[in-house]
């Protein structure tokens, strides 16, 4: 194969796999167009479920499998997606980072529309550097600290990153902006803006989602997306080169490839095309000695080449290429963090001793230690999740558990029928459940209880039974006695005053997100009742 | 237009401002024409109320719903050929129609058949939903009862409120869910069931899912709110559906031990006289519902069935 078609091959594979990525990303959300047959739900119970395999990409990268397995002792689902990786990589090199990696094609393309330095100098800084031994640093600190039973891996996984970037970041960020685009337009007087901008409004719903999500902490997540596509200025593919974990891990897994780059040195007049091109600083001029773990299998060297100096080959000789230069330091370094990080994310407690009320997981998560070897941040549930309820926490969760999925029943709560979150948690730390199983047994995510303080009737303000009408259990959570207050001036009011039932709440929060007290709602839902847990419980 | 020269900045900008500005006085020009509106006219005739009861399981809901409209006079004396019809039903909760929280899709469906029947330019689905819409319509059938029918199922958006003037005793400036008030004809589609507070939900309470904004507060007055909400909308005709109604534990029920069937629609034009009906069902009697008893002092209708043109029809 020539090796401008290699390279065209390259970036068509690029393209098709990052639309892959983008389209199951934004097929992880309830469709408008679902139909339920209505004469088959009287007899049955249909458990509502998307038509994408929307954690494939997931099952894809081997780091998250493996950091599962270490930590958590789980196989996910598809982990043989995974284990093919691994295998493309032990015959190919990294073609996973050229040809496959979303989150590099996004790097690869920054840097071909804006490179980051011209000429001689881009010359110069392709040269390998010390600092692409981050990368490994980075490695081994996720591993042995899911080894030791926290897994932070989807805090670095390029995967994890880039959906949750994009997913709770970017395409919330376009949307608030269109919303008040089309609200501002549908406020108009004029027909035909309406018309058009309510056309406009559906034409884009099913990308932006039917409700327009808002996430806490987003704006940090969109921060550090920026800074590292920003990154790129300094140093083509800057992460996937210094800081990937992934790639490090492949690169590891590189050492056996048969596909080879083969030098001629007799031939190179010294033109330094090769490096200048290198997307990886993986030496390729003939007279260095190539960097198989550097080498993101990008085929430049071998387009750019005038002299034919450098080819790729199959090598079918059991020898081993160069070895990759991870350095004493960041093995130890590694070692060492990758030890320290779970006993301090465990130093607040949070794990053991204090649970947050605040840290309300998702319906099927499991119990708080489990839920933690397993959890990859990634924001799957929380892009989901119907109601925009999942969102990232900041320090509910202490510090080992950042950016773990937790409920906010003022911005959602969560729907007494829907099992989503679960059937899409790429890892299993949140179980797939079905609709049967979360109202029968129950499934409780928490407890709800009443500040009477605030209370509508309770306080003598108004009549209200708004948190008992919406109560989705049956008998209902929330009941109400007749009762007659006084009102502030003084008079009688009748009124019928709300009560729960902690045994039959399950701390879905709708009484939360309805109550008509806003700000601080008079009901609010606490994480203790949970059944996840064995500790965090009220009643015997 | 010359496209072959280059043209410039300012000369583009100039264009567009033009472009816009006839677009804007085109819309505007056209934006006060409205069809006047024919129920109205109706109005002066004696009310009417029809009550349809299904004894032999033989006959489906569908020929139950088209009979009930027969005896009222047939659906084209509400629908005219090219009308837009909006249809509200109640589908505030994701429940299954088994248990009764949401209106019959078959009912439904067929009242959407009717409409087309009659050369409804378009039929529309709109409700203002409780729990999410998406799962709303899905789980009450609604979503697949547009898909067979063709109708247009309308999804509650931010976009889609218009703040409006309702006049009422109680609710002034109020978010309102606009493609109610764009219609030529309005059908009023309820299911009747228990409410924890107002006693009963049926037509005049639907409109509560009419409005948007912080709509938790009408529960502060809801009598007065369901009345004025009632006065604002008026419906051209309202059908309650009691094929199933819920008895206790509403509005959102969730069992179907709550569940009886009555087989039964209540068709009228007087919003008052439906609900007063519907009411007798749970045996409640209409002065003894609150909102029903102010509904009538304020003019809307009359729960004195005599006064009507009342049929009765079994099937």
Request: glycine fraction near 8%; charged fraction near 20%; hydrophobic fraction near 40%.
């Amino acid at each position: 194969m020539k090796a401008r078609h290699l390279v065209w091959l390259r970036r068509t594979m690029q393209t098709l796999f990052l639309c892959f990525f983008l389209f199951l990303l934004i097929e992880s959300r309830l469709p408008q167009d679902i139909y339920v047959d209505y004469s088959v739900a009287f007899s049955s119970q249909q458990d509502l479920r998307l038509d994408q395999p929307v954690a494939f990409f997931f099952q894809l990268d081997p780091l998250l499998g493996i950091s599962c397995l270490l930590s958590g002792y789980h196989l996910i689902k598809g982990f043989l997606w995974g284990l093919a990786i691994v295998v493309l990589t032990v015959a190919l090199g990294r073609i996973f980072c050229g040809f496959i990696c979303p989150f590099g094609t996004i790097h690869h393309t920054v840097g071909w529309c804006k490179p980051a330095l011209k000429g001689n100098r881009m010359v110069r800084a392709n040269q390998k550097s010390p600092g692409q031994k981050i990368k490994y640093f980075n490695l081994i600190v996720l591993i042995v600290a899911a080894i030791v039973g926290l897994n932070l891996t989807g805090l670095m996984d390029p995967i994890a990153f880039l959906f949750r970037s994009i997913a709770l970041a970017i395409l919330p960020g376009l949307g608030v902006g269109l919303r008040a685009m089309f609200d501002t337009l549908a406020a108009s007087d004029i027909k035909l803006v309406n018309l058009f901008s309510y056309g406009a409004e559906i034409l884009l719903s099913p990308i932006f989602g039917y409700s327009f999500q808002v996430y806490q902490t987003a704006w940090f997540i969109g921060i550090l997306f920026l800074v590292i596509l920003f990154l790129n200025r300094i140093r083509p593919r800057f992460w996937c080169r210094f800081l990937c974990p992934l790639g490090a891990l492949l690169g590891i897994f590189s050492r056996f490839s048969i596909l080879r780059l083969v030098k001629h040195p007799e031939k190179c007049t010294e033109c330094n095309l090769c490096v200048k091109y290198c997307q990886g600083s993986a030496s390729p001029r003939p007279d260095q000695h190539w960097e198989t773990a550097e080498c993101h299998m990008c085929f430049n060297c071998f387009n750019v080449c005038p002299e034919d100096a450098l080819g790729f080959r199959f090598s079918w000789t059991p020898k081993l290429t160069k070895k990759p230069d991870m350095g004493k330091r960041a093995i130890l370094g590694g070692l060492f963090a990758g030890f320290s990080i779970p006993f301090l994310g465990r130093l607040d407690g949070q794990i053991d001793k204090v649970s947050d009320p605040r840290l309300i997981r998702p319906p099927g998560s499991l119990a708080e230690n489990d839920f933690l070897e397993l959890c990859q941040r990634c924001g799957q549930c929380m892009k989901v999740c119907p109601t925009n309820a999942i969102n990232p926490t900041l320090a509910e969760a202490g510090m080992a558990g950042f950016w773990t999925p937790r409920l906010i029943m003022t911005q959602g709560y969560c729907e007494y029928t829907c099992t989503l979150c679960g059937s899409v948690c790429p890892t299993g730390a949140i179980q797939e459940i079905t609709g049967k199983e979360k109202i029968e047994q129950p499934i409780k995510i928490g407890s709800a209880f009443i500040d009477r303080g605030r209370c509508l009737p309770w306080s003598g303000n108004a009549p209200c039974i708004v948190c008992q009408e919406v109560c989705p259990t049956s008998p209902k959570a929330i009941y109400l006695k007749k009762d007659v207050v006084s009102r502030p001036s003084g008079e009688q009011l009748d009124v019928q005053l709300p009560y729960v039932d902690l045994k039959r709440c399950v701390g879905c929060g709708i009484c939360e997100n309805k109550c008509p007290v806003r700000g601080l709602p008079a009901i609010r839902t606490i994480a203790a009742g949970e059944s996840r847990s064995l500790k965090n419980q009220i009643l015997l | 237009m010359n496209f072959n020269k280059p043209i410039t900045r300012r000369e583009s900008i100039r264009k567009l401002v033009k472009l816009s500005g006839s677009l804007a006085f085109a819309g505007a020009a056209t934006w006060p024409i409205q069809k006047p509106s024919v129920a109205k006219a109706a109005s002066e005739n004696k009310k009417f109320m029809i009550e349809g009861i299904r004894q032999n399981e033989e006959y489906s809901i569908k020929s139950l719903t088209r009979t009930v409209f027969e005896a009222a006079g047939g659906i084209h004396r509400f629908v005219s050929n090219g009308d837009v019809v909006v249809i509200k039903p109640n589908l505030s909760w994701a429940r299954r129609p088994e248990l009764a929280a949401t209106t019959n899709p078959q009912v439904l469906e067929a009242v959407i058949e009717l409409c087309q029947e009659a050369g409804a330019k378009r039929v529309r689905i709109a409700d203002n939903t409780i729990h999410d819409a998406r799962q709303c319509f899905a789980l009450s059938g609604a979503g697949m009862v547009a898909k067979n029918t063709g109708a247009d199922l309308i999804y509650p958006r931010s976009s889609l409120m218009r703040k409006m003037g309702l006049k009422g005793n109680r609710l002034d400036i109020w978010p309102v869910y606009k493609p109610l008030i764009e219609a030529d004809v309005l059908i009023n589609l309820p299911v009747a069931k228990h409410h924890s507070l107002s006693g009963l939900t049926l037509g005049m309470k639907n409109w509560i899912g009419g409005v948007g904004g912080s709509r938790w507060s009408l529960h502060q007055d809801i009598n007065q709110s369901i009345v004025d909400l009632a006065n604002f909308f008026q419906p051209t005709v309202t059908l309650i559906d009691a094929i199933r109604i819920m008895t206790r534990n509403g509005p959102s029920g969730g069992s179907t031990s709550y569940v009886s069937f009555k087989n039964t629609l209540i068709l009228s034009d007087d919003p008052v006289a439906g609900d007063a009906k519907a009411a007798l069902m749970f045996n409640r009697e209409p002065t003894k519902v609150a909102f029903i008893r102010m509904a009538q002092r304020q003019g809307l209708g009359t729960y004195d069935f005599a006064k009507l043109d009342q049929q009765k029809v079994v099937l």
